[in-house]
Every structure is written in C-alpha cells, then in structure tokens.
T-cell receptor
Framework: DTGVSQNPRHKITKRGQNVTFRCDPI?????LYWYRQTLGQGPEFLTY????????KSRLLSDRFSAERPKGSFSTLEIQRTEQGDSAMYLC????????????????FGAGTRLSVL | AQSVTQLDSQVPVFEEAPVELRCNYS??????LFWYVQYPNQGLQLLLK??????LVKGINGFEAEFNKSQTSFHLRKPSVHISDTAEYFC????????????FGTGTRLQVTL
C-alpha cells in the first residue's frame, strides 16, 4: 500500500492557461474522488468515479473542468482557461466500496496539488 | 439541509493540557462521521471514524471522539496534547444516500504551545 499519489505537488500558471493534475489511487481501490480546498476552508466535493465511470459531479465543477479515469486506475483533472478563482489545493481520495459493506467505504487522501493562478 | 459545523476556528492550548474540538451536524438521514488531520502542506490523514456500534471511538495518536445522536455532535478529545498535535482538524460527515461523498466542516486550527 503506497497510498494515494498526486502530481504535481505545486503548479503555478498564468491566467488563461490550461493545467492538468494526476492522481494515482491505492491500487485495489475502485472509487476515486476529487475535492477542492480553498484557504481557510474545508475540502469541497467536486466529482467521483466508480472504476472508469464518473457517477457524480458537483455544481462547483464548471464547464472548464473535466475529469477522467480512462482505465479505472489513475485519474486526471483538467482545468481549461484558468482563472484566479481556481487557485486552491486540489485533493484526490480513493476508497474500496463493496456493495454489501458500504459503511466501510473509507476515503484515503493524497497530499494534494496546490494550484496558483497568477 | 445537511451541513457540518465546527464552532471553533482556532483552539490554543498548552502542552499536556486536555483539548476538545467541537463538531455538530445537521441531517435528516443517518450519518457516518470522521475526523481528519491536516499538517502544513500535506493532505488529510484519517484520525478516527464512527460507522456504527459503540458511540465512543478511539483513533490514532491518542485521540477519541463520542457520537451523540440526540445532540447531533461528534466532538474530538485528547486528554494530554503534544506540540506535534499542532495542525488543522476537520470533521467530515457522509450522509446516507449521498453516494459516499464527504461533507467537511471549515476546520479547527489546534495550536499547542509550551
């Protein structure tokens, strides 16, 4: 168990540029989540995948945001035409969700990608 | 409406003193409750969880929390804190029927000093 891995750890970009983040979940985990955390706030849910299917998207996820999990393993989160308001920590989490044991669906988080939009 | 409230944004405490970090939630459905800790420039680490059974749950680093259904609370406690406990603590709730996403409070900054 190597934990949830996120890359890059830090990203500085200019307004209007596109950025992409990667998340590698714990290997046997079938669910993968993305959260956004702004300064002084708790993480807010963005979206989640069960295997390769994206099952829920928050209203926070504008049209400029897209997430994929093409083979049910790693995931990418892309932000197009970045804005200063996109500056935040983007957190990825993964869990093993078994139908008969949904109570034990525990999310484990990565270290996050800190995005700064200048 | 479903929500999570952490009443204290900052809690200063001296080393070896006890501490309680408060968390309340609002919900019309059953809940699963979690506390996570975040050290500077790091992700979230699970401290403890309440899923069912005993309402007093013990976690890592000597922390414990008690689920009080009537008061809709899940306060985190430690009898004697250490300097290394200085961090941000987040209460999180998974409301049944919400497809497993977590709803977090705004966090409590625990500052332990000598």
């Amino acid at each position: 168990d190597t934990g949830v891995s996120q890359n890059p750890r830090h990203k500085i970009t200019k307004r209007g540029q596109n950025v992409t983040f990667r998340c590698d979940p714990i290997s046997e985990h079938n669910r993968l989540y993305w959260y956004r955390q702004t300064l002084g706030q708790g993480p807010e849910f963005l979206t989640y995948f069960q295997n390769e299917a994206q099952l829920e998207k928050s209203r926070l996820l504008s049209d400029r945001f897209s997430a994929e999990r093409p083979k049910g393993s790693f995931s990418t989160l892309e932000i197009q035409r970045t804005e200063q308001g996109d500056s935040a920590m983007y957190l990825c989490a993964s869990s093993l969700a078994l139908e008969a044991r949904t109570a034990k669906n525990i999310q484990y988080f990565g270290a996050g990608t800190r995005l700064s939009v200048l | 409406a479903q929500s999570v409230t952490q009443l204290d944004s900052q809690v200063p405490v001296f080393e070896e003193a006890p501490v309680e970090l408060r968390c309340n939630y609002s919900s019309s459905v059953s809940v699963y409750l979690f506390w996570y800790v975040q050290y500077p420039n790091q992700g979230l680490q699970l401290l403890l969880k309440y899923l069912s059974g005993s309402t007093l749950v013990k976690g890592i680093n000597g922390f414990e929390a008690e689920f009080n259904k009537s008061q809709t609370s899940f306060h985190l406690r430690k009898p004697s804190v250490h300097i290394s406990d200085t961090a941000e603590y987040f209460c999180a709730v998974r409301f049944t029927g919400t497809a497993s996403k977590l709803t977090f409070g705004t966090g409590t900054r625990l500052q332990v000093t000598l």
